[in-house]
Structure formats: C-alpha cells, structure tokens
C-alpha cells in the first residue's frame, strides 16, 4: 500500500465520528459534551474513560489511553496505520487515495513491502519447521514436562525444537543459500577470515560458510504486537553457554523494542490494568499457565525507554520482576532510569524482589499464582526503590554521606517530567536527607514553584521582546497569526535543567492547545524553536503545522505527528491529558514557564556581556536593556 498523503487523513478524522468507532467496543453515555464509558484498556468499575466528538479525541484518566479514531483501531483491534485508515475510510465511504510520488519512489516501496512480507513468509515456514520437529523430538517434550510446561501451553506459545544440525533448515528450503536466509536472522554467516556477519552486512560481503543460528535449542517464535513472527530466541537443553539465544537486529526484529509475550498477554494487561515485566521466556509461560497471564519480558537486553513507553500504551502501571541478588538489583536500577522519563501521576511503576532461590518461573510452579499475585502486592513502589537506591551504602546520618546521596538523585530526578509525583519524591527525598526542601532543591539545580535556578547554560533567541507591538505572534496574518519569523541564530546551545522543565511544560501545553501559540512573544517563540533536542523539534514542527492549518483538532494533530515520526516524542510530554482543560485556564501556566525560560535566558546573557568587559556602548546598552526587561519578568512571576 502507498503513503497516504496527509490531507486525506485530516478529512477522514473530519468526517469520523469517533464515538461511533469506539461504542461499538465500549459502552458509552452522555456526560456534558463527551461521552464517558468504562476503559477498554485497563479493568475498571468507575468510568473514567471520555470520548469528546469535538476533539475527535478519547482518553482515560485512569491508564493514560488517548488518541485518534485511528489510533483507537491500532490499540484496540491490532491493526496496522494502513488497515485502520483503509477501514475508517469505507466506512466514511471515501475512496482511498494513493500518494503522488514517482516512479522510482513507489517500485522502492513496493519493493520494501515485499522484502518484508518474504522475511515474515521465510520465518513463518522456520516456525512450522521447529514445531514439527518438536512433536518427533522425546528429549525435548521431556525436557518441556520436566520444567512444568503443558502441551497446551507449548502450543500456545508455539514452542518448538531445532535439531541438533548445522544445517537443519536446510529439509525445509533447499536453496539453503538465499539472502532471507541470513537477512531474517535464521542462518549464520561466515566470511573468509572466520567473522560473524550481521544480517545488513551479509548482502554485501563474501560469506564462506552458513549455518543455522539455532541448534539443538528449544525454540520461542517472537511476535510483534500484530502477532507476526519476527523473530526467535532458543534455550539449551541441557548445560551449555549462551543459555538462550536471540535473532539478531534485523529489517523486522530490534530487541530494544519487543517485548516476548506481549500479543498473547495484550488483552490480559487490559483487564488487569498492569503488565508484570520478566527476565525470561519461560518465566512468561509458566505464570501464564498458572493464570498470571499479564507478564511479558525483554528480549536479552536490558529494559529500554522504548519497551516502556510501548508497555504505558496498555496499561498505566508496570511491576518489574528481578532477582534480590546484587545482578537483579543492577538491572533494576536499569530499568528504573528507562521507566523516569515516562513517569506521570497517573502511571505507577514498581519492583518485585523474590526470594532468592526463586524466579517466576520455580515461584508460580511451587507456590501458586495466588501466592505469586500475593508478592505482586508487595512490589515496592518507584518512590521507595529510588530512595534506597540513592542511600544505598551511604552513612545518611553524615554531612558527607548526604551531599553523596544528592549527587546520585540529581540527574534521577532530572529525569522525571514536572508532576505531582516528582515533588512528593522530592519531599521524601529531603525528609530521608533531613534537608529542608527548599534547600534541597537549590543543591539539586532544580526548579522551585515558577521560579527558575541560576542557569548553568542558555538556549538561542531575541530577549527583551516585551508584549506590545512586534512581541506578538505575527500579528493576524492571513494564517490566523500562526506566521513566524525564523529564529535568530543560537549564540548558546544548551540548556540548564530548570529550563529543559519548563520548556517541557510548555510545550505540553502547547501541543494540547496549539491556539494559544500566537499569544506568546517573539522572544518566547525564538527561544522555543531553537531549543535543542525534542522541544524544539516538537516547536519548529508545529510552527509549520499552523502555518497551514489555522485551526487544528487534537485528532489531526496527533494523526500528522505520527506521520512525522514525532509522535513519541509528544507522548512523552503527556499533552493529552490537558486536553479536558480549557485553554484560557492555562494560559497563566504557560507564560509562567515560557517567562521562567526567558528569565533564565536574560541571565545567561548578562552573564556573557559581563564576561566580555561590557567595552563598547553596544554591549552596555543591551545590558540595560535586558535589566528592565528581567525587572518585568521578575514583578510578573509572583503574580501567576
């Protein structure tokens, strides 16, 4: 299928009636000017899920599932962006268009979907391969007995066996040396001189030798969110090192991302409205098989942003599983920085220590599930296993051993979006520290109220451009004002933590609200767009966006930042959830922040002009200039 070009996406959210599409999976009534109903997408009993026909937007305030009519389809039903556009549009009875490109570009991506499609066709055959071989396989059924697992449970799975041969797959494609082969990760490739080949280097190399990467292994097929097979990890039979085995990165499996389990447990995690997160394949199956059905784990890798934003798409609380040896602790720490970025108030994440003689897997077979559910309970909350870990070690009763303890949570906590959650940590944190908060926050660079610390570093743009004439945003030009000049050139590139958080709120505003971009000054909007990193990637996009697009709903915003790439991105600054708030009502947050950041910058500025002499009346008259307009900013703070 082609690109489907952006304008007929907008139309087709224009003419979907988003209630429609979601009350044929959920139950919904009146409220006001929404529609409320009970999640789809965790377990509930009072509905917080809203579904609001003029944003042609839904989202749950109790998990965080928001999105379009189409993202609706792609999280509910499982279909693909293209699948959900095709069905959207039948039903809007709009022809599907095709995307204008040229010849070239459009056999390129027919080509790519084909190449996809045989990968998945190759790895497919590989799996109906091991399966079969499984069933004529003794040592491997008693092996699979022996560590509890049910035929059921194998099939469901689809567990299977790669014979002990270096060239097995071999009986099932005998042209063992098509470039599928290396290019799905199924076979190993040699060159000359003995090197592994990577399957993206295989194509262009000379390979000298072949053989199958999985060998007398019980075999786990890896599925993606659609349940297409992706992937495979093997696990030895008896001793023998490495344990388990994954694919390699490939053109359809990137380990950073997938989750093993995660389709078979997708619905699971909906009802229960949390995902317990483990180290191994077999963990996953036996507690499935014991009725936990909610877990899933990494794929040989240590837990990454990516697999928890992913796993924040189905549920609003993630219960991480490790050992309570020294390795489990490390690799909770891990997970615990990947999990900070995502964190808001209404998502939780927490971390479950078993006994030491025991995994998932030898708990949930010799103590029952709900002994398991039991120590899921239990798991100790982010807040806790964060504070132990920045006292671990310590002497907290010395001056010493506290000043430690801050150094560690500084970029921890720098790290945690601007919620009500951070500054209940941050009030533990200075209760565990006996450290008053204020002062706490001083030593920790972070911001106090809307206030922002002595910068260490700046960001680009023009100060002092007040709010009368000019300062305004374009005016109410022909696009509704949206129209913007370019930003000057940055004379500093980076910013101080104070300012990235601010940035980050306003930004969040602004993509939830994206009309209220034309009441901030030039200076503001400057200093925005040449923010370096996601806010002013999100900033320049949108700048963009509204030139052509005066007024935007939050559906075509969301479907045209996915189009872009961007949307992760957005997501992770958690706009949605200032959808139901009007606009007028945070427009105080927002020129409290963006003044926050021009304050900040004006300071650097200075900072500069006064390393540099003040020599020449330029300089000294920009000083000045810059001390009146810090005055106003410092009288209107206090007020917002």
Same mark, same amino acid.
């Given at each position: 299928?082609?690109?489907?070009?952006?304008?007929?996406?907008?139309?087709?959210?224009? @003419?979907?009636?988003?209630?429609?599409?979601?009350?044929?999976?959920?139950?919904?009534?009146?409220?006001?000017?929404?529609?409320?109903?009970?999640?789809?997408?965790?377990?509930?009993?009072?509905?917080?899920?809203?579904?609001?026909?003029?944003?042609?937007?839904?989202?749950?305030?109790?998990?965080?599932?928001?999105?379009?009519?189409?993202?609706?389809?792609?999280?509910?039903?499982?279909?693909?962006?293209?699948?959900?556009?095709?069905?959207?549009?039948?039903?809007?009875?709009?022809?599907?268009?095709?995307?204008?490109?040229?010849?070239?570009?459009?056999?390129?991506?027919?080509?790519?979907?084909?190449?996809?499609? @045989?990968?998945?066709?190759?790895?497919?055959?590989?799996?109906?391969?091991?399966?079969?071989?499984?069933?004529?396989?003794?040592?491997?059924?008693?092996?699979?007995?022996?560590?509890?697992?049910?035929?059921?449970?194998?099939?469901?799975?689809?567990?299977?066996?790669?014979?002990?041969?270096?060239?097995?797959?071999?009986?099932?494609?005998?042209?063992?040396?098509?470039?599928?082969?290396?290019?799905?990760? +199924?076979?190993?490739?040699?060159?000359?001189?003995?090197?592994?080949?990577?399957?993206?280097?295989?194509?262009?190399?000379?390979?000298? @030798?072949?053989?199958?990467?999985?060998?007398?292994?019980?075999?786990?097929?890896?599925?993606?969110?659609?349940?297409?097979?992706?992937?495979?990890?093997?696990?030895?039979?008896?001793?023998?090192?490495?344990?388990?085995?994954?694919?390699?990165?490939?053109?359809?499996?990137?380990?950073?991302?997938?989750?093993?389990?995660?389709?078979?447990?997708?619905?699971?995690?909906?009802?229960?409205?949390?995902?317990?997160?483990?180290?191994?394949?077999?963990?996953?199956?036996?507690?499935?098989?014991?009725?936990?059905?909610?877990?899933?784990?990494?794929?040989?890798?240590?837990?990454?942003?990516?697999?928890?934003?992913?796993?924040?798409?189905?549920?609003?609380?993630?219960?991480?599983?490790?050992?309570?040896?020294?390795?489990?602790?490390?690799?909770?720490?891990?997970?615990?920085?990947?999990?900070?970025?995502?964190?808001?108030?209404?998502?939780?994440?927490?971390?479950?220590?078993?006994?030491?003689?025991?995994?998932?897997?030898?708990?949930?077979?010799?103590?029952?599930?709900?002994?398991?559910?039991?120590?899921?309970?239990?798991?100790?909350?982010?807040?806790?296993?964060?504070?132990?870990?920045?006292?671990?070690?310590?002497?907290?009763?010395?001056?010493?051993?506290?000043?430690?303890?801050?150094?560690?949570?500084?970029?921890?906590?720098?790290?945690?979006?601007?919620?009500?959650?951070?500054?209940?940590?941050?009030?533990?944190?200075?209760?565990?520290?006996?450290?008053?908060?204020?002062?706490?926050?001083?030593?920790?660079?972070?911001?106090?109220?809307?206030?922002?610390?002595?910068?260490?570093?700046?960001?680009?743009?023009?100060?002092?451009?007040?709010?009368?004439?000019?300062?305004?945003?374009?005016?109410?030009?022909?696009?509704?004002?949206?129209?913007?000049?370019?930003?000057?050139?940055?004379?500093?590139?980076?910013?101080?933590?104070?300012?990235?958080?601010?940035?980050?709120?306003?930004?969040?505003?602004?993509?939830?609200?994206?009309?209220?971009?034309?009441?901030?000054?030039?200076?503001?909007?400057?200093?925005?767009?040449?923010?370096?990193?996601?806010?002013?990637?999100?900033? @320049?996009?949108?700048?963009?966006?509204?030139?052509?697009?005066?007024?935007?709903?939050?559906?075509?915003?969301?479907?045209?930042?996915?189009?872009?790439?961007?949307?992760?991105?957005?997501?992770?600054?958690?706009?949605?959830?200032? +959808?139901?708030?009007?606009?007028?009502?945070?427009?105080?947050?927002?020129?409290?922040?963006?003044?926050?950041?021009?304050?900040?910058?004006?300071?650097?500025?200075?900072?500069?002009?006064?390393?540099?002499?003040?020599?020449?009346?330029?300089?000294?008259?920009?000083?000045?200039?810059?001390?009146?307009?810090?005055?106003?900013?410092?009288?209107?703070?206090?007020?917002?």
């Amino acid at each position: 299928m082609s690109l489907i070009p952006q304008d007929f996406i907008e139309e087709l959210l224009g @003419r979907v009636d988003i209630v429609e599409v979601v009350g044929r999976a959920v139950q919904l009534k009146k409220a006001g000017t929404n529609y409320k109903g009970l999640c789809p997408f965790h377990s509930e009993k009072s509905a917080s899920f809203t579904v609001s026909p003029s944003k042609q937007f839904y989202h749950c305030f109790g998990c965080g599932a928001h999105g379009s009519a189409i993202g609706f389809l792609m999280e509910h039903s499982g279909m693909s962006f293209p699948d959900a556009v095709r069905e959207l549009a039948r039903d809007a009875g709009m022809e599907l268009p095709r995307q204008e490109a040229d010849e070239g570009e459009q056999r390129r991506a027919a080509e790519q979907r084909s190449h996809r499609a @045989r990968l998945r066709e190759v790895l497919q055959q590989a799996e109906a391969f091991y399966r079969e071989r499984l069933r004529g396989s003794t040592r491997a059924i008693d092996y699979l007995k022996g560590r509890g697992l049910s035929g059921r449970s194998a099939a469901r799975y689809g567990l299977g066996y790669a014979p002990d041969d270096w060239q097995g797959l071999a009986k099932v494609f005998p042209n063992y040396e098509a470039e599928l082969l290396l290019q799905s990760g +199924l076979v190993v490739a040699r060159d000359a001189q003995g090197q592994t080949l990577e399957p993206a280097q295989a194509a262009n190399a000379s390979v000298t @030798r072949r053989y199958d990467r999985l060998r007398d292994r019980i075999t786990f097929p890896i599925r993606n969110a659609q349940g297409e097979i992706i992937g495979f990890g093997g696990r030895v039979l008896d001793r023998g090192e490495p344990k388990y085995i994954n694919s390699p990165e490939t053109e359809l499996f990137h380990k950073g991302e997938e989750l093993y389990g995660l389709f078979e447990a997708r619905q699971a995690i909906q009802r229960h409205g949390q995902v317990l997160v483990v180290e191994g394949y077999l963990d996953v199956i036996a507690l499935a098989q014991h009725g936990v059905e909610h877990a899933v784990a990494t794929l040989g890798t240590a837990c990454t942003p990516e697999h928890v934003r992913k796993l924040f798409r189905y549920c609003a609380q993630i219960v991480f599983s490790f050992d309570g040896d020294t390795a489990g602790r490390r690799a909770a720490a891990r997970a615990m920085q990947a999990a900070l970025p995502a964190l808001s108030d209404e998502r939780s994440v927490k971390f479950l220590f078993l006994p030491a003689e025991h995994d998932p897997d030898s708990f949930v077979r010799e103590l029952g599930a709900d002994a398991f559910e039991r120590e899921i309970a239990r798991a100790r909350p982010l807040s806790v296993f964060l504070l132990d870990h920045v006292g671990e070690g310590l002497a907290l009763d010395t001056a010493e051993g506290r000043a430690q303890a801050i150094a560690r949570s500084r970029d921890l906590l720098a790290s945690i979006p601007e919620c009500a959650l951070k500054g209940q940590i941050l009030h533990d944190l200075a209760q565990r520290l006996r450290t008053p908060a204020d002062e706490l926050r001083a030593a920790l660079a972070l911001q106090g109220g809307r206030r922002a610390a002595a910068p260490a570093g700046g960001t680009a743009g023009t100060a002092g451009g007040g709010r009368s004439g000019s300062g305004h945003a374009g005016g109410g030009g022909a696009q509704g004002g949206f129209s913007r000049p370019k930003p000057a050139e940055p004379r500093m590139q980076r910013l101080s933590r104070p300012q990235v958080d601010h940035a980050h709120t306003a930004m969040r505003i602004l993509l939830a609200h994206p009309a209220l971009w034309r009441d901030i000054s030039a200076a503001q909007h400057d200093l925005l767009v040449a923010h370096p990193a996601r806010v002013g990637e999100l900033a @320049r996009w949108l700048e963009s966006y509204l030139d052509e697009h005066a007024e935007p709903t939050p559906s075509s915003v969301w479907e045209a930042l996915r189009a872009e790439g961007l949307l992760e991105a957005a997501e992770a600054l958690s706009p949605a959830e200032l +959808l139901e708030r009007d606009a007028s009502e945070l427009q105080p947050d927002l020129r409290g922040a963006l003044e926050s950041i021009e304050m900040a910058w004006i300071k650097q500025r200075q900072q500069a002009l006064a390393a540099e002499g003040l020599a020449d009346p330029a300089s000294r008259l920009e000083y000045q200039a810059l001390s009146l307009r810090l005055r106003e900013l410092m009288r209107s703070l206090p007020r917002l």
